[in-house]
């Protein structure tokens, strides 16, 4: 074990309510965390419209002092620039109320502001839902920085169930990946000497099982299938906060992604992504990335570049630039990653190009 690992800190959510209208007793758990009056909501531009002035009502009903802000994205620029709207108020509490862009905005003006977050997500399609991690733009790297994780994640089933069903699909494609994340953390531990926590590498893969063991229900797209992919959504977010790091959820099919949001024209969603990438890198590690592929059309996620709407050029290009997203995270793809050739017979058998 490397030196990092005998003082370890983990901080954890102190509260998790996944449930069908639970968004109408989050005054009562404000409360019970004893979280403060002044609450900032940060939300998007069509969900303030969709539930946030509900919501906001209902906090005012239970006592509450609501402001809102709404976010249009993650860039770096964009976001220093909120906070300077905001970072003279006295908020006791930041709740981020919507998809990715919300929950990461939130997650960045609360650290910075160094408050407490609340995640209130409204679609299950990513495990930044209860990770400390932030997926902001502009910086050097596409990759995600450490933030403060949510100290409650208030996931109303109803709420959820009317989002997109591509959304659902989507989180599973991001639960499916630590698949070979683990695989990934495993092997740079063996090659590297890398701190691999055992306890969180579980975590992260039962997520990941999870999802295959209730792919036909996820299917349905009904309140059920919502609570089962953001179940384990919240695992995955967990074992982060235990690791310390999002190695065991995040390996060489999230570098992948994260290539082609540099390289393609139109990207994909995240998990979509993640999902393709899975399939590739199981594949590299020899192992079953036909059983990878069979969950993802089970549940209707993209398989192939046409699948995603992404040209195959763009697939092979992200392939060899991959291992350069983030060098010191070392994965399947080595220190000098994939040739062209490589990569294309990569992409063609295991049928993502044609
Ligand atoms: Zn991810």
Redesign the pocket.
């Known amino acids: 074990m490397g030196k990092e690992a005998h003082i370890h800190v983990i901080k954890l959510p102190r509260k998790i309510v996944i449930g069908k209208g639970v968004s109408k007793q989050i005054p009562q758990y404000f409360k019970d965390l004893e979280l403060g009056k002044n609450v900032l909501l940060i939300t998007g531009p069509n969900l303030i419209k969709l539930y946030g002035k509900e919501i906001i009502q209902i906090l005012e009903n239970g006592g509450f002092n609501v402001d809102y802000l709404i976010t249009k994205g993650t860039n770096i620029n964009y976001l220093k620039d909120l906070l300077s709207r905001v970072q003279n108020e006295k908020y006791d509490v930041i709740v981020g109320f919507g998809g990715g862009k919300s929950i990461d905005t939130a997650k960045y003006i609360a650290t910075s502001l160094g408050r407490p977050f609340v995640s209130v997500p409204t679609a299950a399609s ?3 839902i209860a990770s400390p991690f932030a997926s902001i733009k502009g910086l050097e790297r596409p990759t ?1 920085i450490k933030v403060e994780g949510p100290v409650a994640i208030i996931a109303d089933t109803e709420i959820i169930a009317k989002a997109p069903y591509r959304l659902l699909a989507s989180g599973v494609g ?1 639960l499916i ?1 630590k698949f070979t994340a683990v695989l990934d953390w495993r092997l740079a531990h063996k090659l590297k000497n890398e701190y691999y926590g055992d306890y969180a590498a579980s975590l992260a893969l039962l997520s990941a099982k999870h999802v295959i063991n209730y792919a036909s229900i996820i299917r349905r797209g009904t309140e059920e299938s919502v609570r089962v992919v953001m179940e384990a959504l919240i695992s ?1 977010g967990i074992a982060m906060h235990i690791a310390g790091s ?1 190695r065991p ?2 390996g060489s099919e ?1 570098l992948f ?1 994260h290539a082609l949001d540099i390289v393609a024209p139109k990207p994909a969603l ?2 979509e992504q ?1 999902g393709v990438g899975t399939i590739m890198m199981a594949y590299l590690h020899g192992k079953n990335w036909r059983k990878i592929r069979k969950t993802l059309r089970e549940v209707g996620a993209p398989t192939t570049a046409k699948e995603l709407g992404i040209d195959d050029y763009y697939i092979i290009k992200a392939l060899t630039i991959a291992h350069k997203i983030r060098p010191e995270r070392y994965t399947i793809l080595g220190e000098s990653g994939l040739t062209w050739e490589a990569a294309e017979n990569l992409a063609r058998k295991t049928g993502v190009i044609d």
């Open positions: 990513h495990d930044g995600s991001d990946a995955s999002s959820a995040s999230h992604s995240h998990g993640c």
